[in-house]
């Protein structure tokens, strides 16, 4: 790992971000109350899925206010065609927890953010690097197998977690716009860095993917030995 690996990563993927960003409505506010709402309806749901439902449910409830004097049942209602029939709850007992701890306003710090219903590492690093424009190295599974791709780590399973991922991430959301940067990795990791069958011949990286140039060495290896057969 060096500085300009990481200079280079944080270049490649803002410069891709500049024609491959995908528009969605919880992009266009820095309100840390419609972040979280958002954060919590993406979980396992593709963002498309989101849009609509997010649009009815801020319409409904437009601040942490009106969540915290909702019922349960209308809740569930507008969240049901999301399959978050178990999470909703998560919803109300957010706001309430917010408007009965914080008055309403939302923590700028990752361990207050934590003590919300629901928050967990991953909605409250969104909440400070979108919201408050701090690094925080957010990690879900999609930048966790790019970091893991890109530095050749070669790591298995459950790698979020692991040390060398959260030391990575640090340093690639250590930029001027944290937020932009988020927005960035999570498109690149959703369009082109994707899970199977990743677009190598459209990514940005080639060159510096640790990942990528292992699979030219298969490749080469396997044409070798069927030319030699």
């Not at 927890?97 to 710090?109: A, M, N």
């Not at 969104?126 to 966790?144: E, F, Q, R, T």
Request: with cysteine.
């Amino acid at each position: 790992m060096t500085s300009g690996l990481c200079e280079t990563i944080q270049h490649s993927l803002l410069q891709w971000g500049n024609t491959y960003f995908r528009d969605y409505p919880w992009r266009h506010t820095r309100d840390p109350y419609r972040i979280t709402i958002a954060e919590f309806m993406l979980h396992r749901t593709r963002a498309d899925q989101v849009v609509p439902v997010y649009l009815d449910f801020i319409k409904t409830y437009p601040d942490v206010f009106t969540l915290a004097q909702a019922d349960y049942s209308e809740v569930q209602k507008v969240t049901e065609h999301l399959g978050l029939h178990w999470r909703s709850g998560h919803f109300i007992e957010a706001a309430r927890y917010i408007v009965q701890k914080w008055g309403g306003r939302f923590p700028d710090t990752e361990e207050e953010l934590r003590e919300i219903p629901g928050v967990g590492e991953y909605v409250a690093g969104a909440i400070l690097i979108v919201c408050y424009g701090k690094p925080y190295p957010a990690i879900d599974s999609n930048i966790a197998r790019f970091l893991n791709r890109v530095y050749g780590l070669h790591l298995a399973g459950e790698i979020r977690r692991r040390k060398e991922i959260k030391m990575l991430a640090r340093e690639i959301f250590a930029v001027q716009d944290p937020g932009r940067f988020l927005f960035a990795i999570l498109d690149f990791t959703a369009l082109v860095c994707k899970s199977q069958n990743p677009l190598h011949d459209k990514c940005p990286l080639q060159v510096i993917c640790k990942y990528y140039q292992d699979e030219v060495k298969v490749l080469k290896s396997l044409s070798s030995e069927s030319q030699n057969k």
